[in-house]
C-alpha cells in the first residue's frame, strides 16, 4: 500500500534535485558570463564588506557634519549676503516652481541670518562626526580591496584630507549646476562634461587617499571611468526623486518634510559610496597583476603592523 507513495515521494525528490541543478547551471553561465559576472560580483562583495551598515553610519554622519557644513560654506563663498541661501540654490539646481520651491526656501535660513548658528553647528558636528564620514569610508575601501585599515593619526590626516576633497567636490558641482541653468544649452554641456572630469579624478583618487598605498595608476582608471559614468547617472535620477520627495513630504511636513526628504537622498548617496568601493576593489583585482595584488596586500599588513 505503501509503494505508490514511496514512487511519488522519490518522483517529487528527483524534480526538486534536477530543478537545483539547472538552477546551479544558470546561475554558473550568469557568473562567467562577461555581462552578468561583473556586477553579481560586485553585489557580493558589497554584501561581504557589510556594505548597508557601513551606507547607515556615514548616511547619519553625513547628514549631522557634511549638510551644515554645505551650509556655512556656502555662506562664506556668497559672503553672508542676506539675500541669498542654499534654499534657493536647491530649488535652482531641482528646478522647483510654484509652492514647493517656497517650501524649501522657508526651511533654510539666509547666509547672513544663520551664519552664527551654521557655523557653531558645523565646528561641533566636524569634530563629532565629521571625521566618522571618512573614517567609515576608509572602512569600505579596506574591506572592499582586502586591505587593512589605517591606524593612528594617518587615518585621520588621510581622512580628513578625503573629506576636504569631498567637500570641494561637491561645492563646486553645486555652483557648476547652478550656473548651468542661466546660461545657453551649450555651456551646459560643458558643465557636465567637467562634472563627468571631476567625478573621474574624485574616484581615482581616493582609493590611493584614504588607502595609503601606491596603486598602479591604470589599474584604477577602469573602475574610476565605470564609477564617473554611473555616478552621473544616479545624480540624474536622485534629482528627479527629490524633486517629488520635497513636493511630497514638504506639502505634507513642511521644513520637517524637507530635512526627510534630504534624509533619504543622504542614504542614497551613502549606499552609492560603498557600493562604488566594492566595484573599485573587484576592478582593481581583476584589472591588477596578481603578483601586484599580492605586493599591495603584503605592504598593507606591514604598515598596518607598524602603526598597530
Known sequence: MDKPADGRTSRFSAGIAKAKERQKQYQDRLEKHPLTSFPIESFRRFNKIEGKHLAIVIALNLFVAVIPLIIIGYAFISAFNPHRDVGSLLASNLHLTGSTAAIVKDTFATANSGKHVALSISLISLLITGLDVSATAQIAYARAFSMTPLRGVQKYLRGAAWLILLLADTGV?????????????????GVAIVLLLL????????????????FKWRDLVPGAIVCAVVASIVHVVLTFFLRNWFGEYGHAYGGFGVALALAAGVGLIASFWVWIAAVMGVYWERKADPAEVAKMEELSAEIGGSQA
Not at 558641482?173 to 554641456?189: E, P, V
Not at 579624478?201 to 598605498?213: A, K, Q, W
Open 199 to 214: 567625478e573621474f579624478g574624485f574616484y581615482l583618487v581616493t582609493p590611493r587617499l584614504l588607502l595609503d598605498l601606491p
Open 173 to 189: 558641482a553645486l555652483t557648476l549646476r547652478h550656473l548651468a541653468t542661466r546660461y545657453h544649452i551649450w555651456f551646459t554641456l
